[in-house]
């Protein structure tokens, strides 16, 4: 009897074994990534799962905050996901990533060194993350209904335009933007100078069409307002629907932002993570993303197969001089709630 029940308490155990490996083998047949909306060409996806097997889910997140909100939660299992910049900053303040492993990343070699440089501002030897997509934050205005030269952000401020001026709903971009046109830093940590910031753009407000986002490009598109603050891939997608529309980066400055891939170590499938990446940065893949995005892509193998459309465009490759006059984004610790709290006022003010 001792010898049966043995036999049968085996198997059991044999069958358990096998379930957990069953499971364990479909899981790391999914990957599950963290992207923004529209921020994928869908037929690469496709691609990836017929050549790999592995069932790719693809979540939407509208923000930088959604996203920590998301991976900070108990049940996270996300493999990969797209932060921007000073984001990351944070991530690798609070031990949220995993390094990445280079050697299943052959494809890296094709990032530009130029944009890594930028990129380790904020992730010391990109030992975190690669650069995904990149651009300005700028200007775009309807030439036909704006009849001066539009070289500063002053012209936010005009009441010329006043009911036709789109700004970004967001705390970061628009308190930033504010910033340089005061002549200060946009990652300043002064509170005073923030406080400058909110109150011109509480002033503003009567100007104001609203804060917006993705429905900023409809209306720009449309000739529904004059002026938007707008990412240089929108104002790019935009012109390319109405030549009327034009897209400057103002004199005073202005931020270059980054979206960069991570792993966060809620991550139950690493290695096909590093597959993933490695076939984005595939040159051919990576140029059929940027073009069906129209944002700027950091592959500097990508670049070289691009039309002069993209590349001769100073809205989609900015020259070093507007460079130059451009900053990151950084991580601002328990400073950021001045921002927040500045910008409570300020929304409130619309």
Known sequence: MKKILCLVLAACVLFAFAACGSKSEESNRELNVLNWGEYIDPDLIEEFEEQTGIKVNYIEMTSNEEMLIKLRSSDSNYD?????????????????????????????????????????????????????????????????????????????????????????????????ITLKYLGYEMNTRSEAEVAEARDLLIAQAPLRKGFGTDNMRTSMVNGKAAIAVIYSGDAFACIDENPDLAYVVPKEGSNVWFDNVVIPKSAKNVDAAHMFINFLNDAENATRNTEYICYSTPNKAAMDRLSEDFTEDETYNPPQEILDRCEVFHDLGEFVEVYNAAWSKIKASN
Do not use: H
Request: proline share 7%; charged share 25%; net charge negative.
């Open 80 to 176: 990969l996901c797209f932060p921007s910049d000073y984001i990351i900053e944070q991530m690798i303040r609070e031990d949220m990533l995993i390094p990445l492993d280079y050697s299943k990343i052959p494809n890296a070699e094709n990032i530009d060194p130029k944009m890594k440089e930028i990129t380790n501002a904020f992730d010391p030897g990109n030992k975190y993350s690669l650069p995904y997509m990149w651009g300005t934050v700028g200007i775009l205005y309807n030439t036909t209904m704006v009849d001066e030269p539009v070289d500063s952000w002053g012209i936010l401020w005009n009441e010329k335009y006043a009911g036709k001026i789109w700004m970004y709903d967001s705390v970061r971009d628009t308190i930033g």
